[in-house]
């Protein structure tokens, strides 16, 4: 019997769509006419050369960055733009943005919060949340990643590890449809780059719905569902991580990944 649910033309099951952006910064044109898509639970490894443009394209999700082109639908609500054509305020933007958890490669702390205080204060005062409730939660995430006994301690006082981990555990408090990793490890020291991936693997396992850009090939290949390849703002290859791994289509793909074995 065939099945009645036509799953590729199922756009409301799509956590995120991306569909043909492009940017440019002056005349250096960033991003060509990109279109990914993500259902619920999956996790997308970003990987691409340095300059390519995973970071732009990433801050183009959460509009941090306005495309020049194309559209980006999140539960297949279009950013940036109300129903009838007409542009979102900034309220509207920052409630889009807050259904979105981004992580950065700097960790981007609140240096004079304390680790808990940095976990709560976008739930309290983005969300207008109980707060509680949500210091009650934020112990929770804390245990989640590790660090239950950090809460009063200050970021400038945790390793690189520990504060990413704290990033996560922050991203984690808005209780966002998506999660967005922009080189979370590559600003680690080595012996702590595990520790940070290990968190973001149980998150995967956990049915968290993940884009990651990294460097981490070994990651790449065990958690993505999918492999996104860009070289020069274009979307080159992609395909399940088996497939792109042991057999890339395109001789960028060959290239990039020989550096890495
Ligand atoms: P990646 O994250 O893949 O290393 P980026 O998205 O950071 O790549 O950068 C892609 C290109 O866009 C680079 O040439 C970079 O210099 C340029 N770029 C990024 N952000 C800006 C900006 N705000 N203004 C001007 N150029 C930018
Ligand atoms: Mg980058």
């Not at 199922?10 to 279109?35: C, E, H, I, P, Y």
């Not at 394209?57 to 495309?67: G, K, Y």
């Not at 305020?89 to 943005?97: N, P, S, T, V, Y």
């Not at 996560?168 to 808005?174: E, F, S, T, V, W």
Request: neutral net charge; contains cysteine; aromatic residues 6%.
């Amino acid at each position: 019997m065939k099945d009645t649910i036509d799953v590729a033309d199922n756009t409301a099951a799509k956590v995120l769509q991306v569909q043909g952006v492009s940017k440019s910064f002056g005349s250096n044109q960033v991003l060509r006419d990109v279109s990914l898509d993500l259902s619920k639970g999956e996790v997308l490894c970003l990987l691409g050369p340095s300059g390519c443009g995973k970071s732009t394209l990433l801050r183009c999700i959460n509009w941090l960055e306005t495309p020049d082109a194309g559209s980006i639908r999140l539960n297949s609500k279009r950013f940036g733009i109300h129903k009838g054509g007409a542009k979102m305020g900034d309220a509207d933007l920052a409630r889009m943005r807050a259904r979105i958890g981004m992580v950065f490669q700097h960790f981007a702390l609140w240096p004079h919060l304390s680790v808990i205080g940095n976990i709560i204060e976008s739930p309290i005062h983005v969300q207008k949340r109980n707060k509680q409730e949500v210091r009650e939660e934020a112990l929770a995430l804390l245990a989640k990643v590790g660090l239950q006994d950090k809460a009063d301690m200050y970021p400038a006082s945790l390793s690189g590890g520990q504060k990413q981990r704290v990033g996560i555990a922050r991203a984690l408090a808005m209780k966002p449809d998506i999660l967005l990793f922009d080189e979370p490890t590559s600003a680690l020291d080595p012996m702590l780059v595990g520790e940070v991936l290990e968190v973001m693997r149980d998150l995967a396992d956990e049915g968290a719905t993940m884009v990651v850009v990294t460097h981490e090939m070994e990651f790449a290949r065990q958690v993505a569902s999918r492999i996104i390849f860009m070289d020069s703002g274009e979307v080159v290859e992609t395909g399940q991580p088996a497939h792109f791994f042991n057999a890339p289509q395109t001789l960028k793909a060959q290239q990039f990944l020989t550096r890495f074995h």
